[in-house]
């Protein structure tokens, strides 16, 4: 049964302004409606200039830094990256990348994820969506993703740079995770999946690919199917949105640690296609917490950050140790 919350937001996007809807300018380039696959050989470490420090109540330590996005397809505007560094104020060897949901023009719900892990011991890199906030291709703002192709290379970007990000991680001897919640579950499951090195996963109400949320879910309603060429044109989308899926990825021996979570009451995200990944690793935790989808990430912040932090437990074993 799907929560009253989520069965409203839908009633809000069938009913809502055009400007509200997705991919209002159409399918967009076709060149780049099918991006490479993702590789999984070693990816090339992406370093950050941190640029600024400040020391937070509790002994938080936040960090904020930048980099050169390594995908050539995003807009100019787009090309540096961003991230924030939350840090506990005991010494901690394990470190995990947060990726961004979908339509997230501000982190503040990662940033309120990153305190309660650092109470548990982890450090959290908050990565800024490719195509928002300060990445944000257009300086008047609105909705940035306007088209289809918009999508396909903001996913991609994510992807590649969440693997540079962990890849500089790793080598400078971090115990690395990756996770995030929704858009942001399914790209860390995609992270997890095509890292050749140990990455301890938790991909919270986390779809195995975007096609079965926007078609299946409530964010169907809110597609400008007229820019699209109408309804008939439904096989076409499902067939470009799934063709980026977690299941077209053997996997990778260290997903059998991970932590797949769904909310019991979900709107936005069917429970098949969180099912579904989770059938995929052989050997991960499926974790069912109550609440729909947006309930579940407001108030059932312990127990999304406890899968995390058992990702953690089941990859490296034992507790948090001085690095």
């Known amino acids: 049964m799907i929560h009253p919350l989520d069965r409203a937001s839908g009633a809000v996007l069938a009913r809502g302004p055009r400007r509200m809807r997705f991919f209002a ?15 999984v050989s070693p990816p090339n470490a992406l370093a950050i200039s941190w640029l600024s420090q400040q020391n937070e109540p509790h002994g938080l330590v936040i960090e904020h830094g930048t980099f050169t996005s390594p995908s050539p397809n995003l807009p100019s505007r787009s090309r540096q990256g961003s991230v924030i560094s939350v840090t506990p104020p005991d010494e901690t060897r394990r470190i995990v990348l947060l990726m961004p949901a979908w339509n997230e023009h501000d982190p503040k719900v990662r940033v309120a994820l990153a305190g309660h892990l650092a109470r548990k011991g982890v450090r959290s890199i908050i990565l800024e969506s490719p195509y928002y906030g300060s990445r944000h291709p257009n300086p008047e703002g609105g909705q940035p993703i306007r088209t289809v192709s918009d999508f396909m290379i903001m996913g ?23 996770s995030g919640y929704s858009m942001g579950g399914n790209t860390a499951a995609l992270v997890a999946a095509t890292l050749p090195f140990p990455v301890a996963a938790a991909p919270l109400a986390a779809s195995h690919s975007p096609g079965p949320v926007f078609l299946d879910g409530i964010l169907r309603e809110g597609i400008a199917w007229d820019a699209l060429g109408g309804r008939s044109q439904e096989a076409r989308l499902r067939s470009t949105l799934g063709a980026v899926s977690v299941l077209n990825i053997k996997p990778a021996p260290h997903t059998r640690h991970a932590v797949v979570v769904r909310a019991s009451n979900d709107g936005y995200i ?7 990944l989770a059938d995929h690793w052989p050997g991960c935790e499926l974790r069912i917490v109550r609440g729909g989808h947006a309930t579940a990430i407001w108030y059932r912040k312990d127990q999304l950050t406890d899968a995390i932090v058992d990702s953690f437990d089941r990859s490296y074993g034992g507790v948090p140790t001085p690095s």
């Open 25 to 39: 300018d159409g399918w967009g380039d076709q060149s780049l409606l099918h991006p490479d696959v993702i590789s």
């Open 156 to 178: 991609e970007a994510a992807v590649n740079e969440a693997r540079g990000l962990l890849a500089w991680f790793y080598k400078k001897g971090w115990d690395v995770g990756v």
């Open 270 to 276: 069917p429970p098949s296609a969180v099912q579904a």
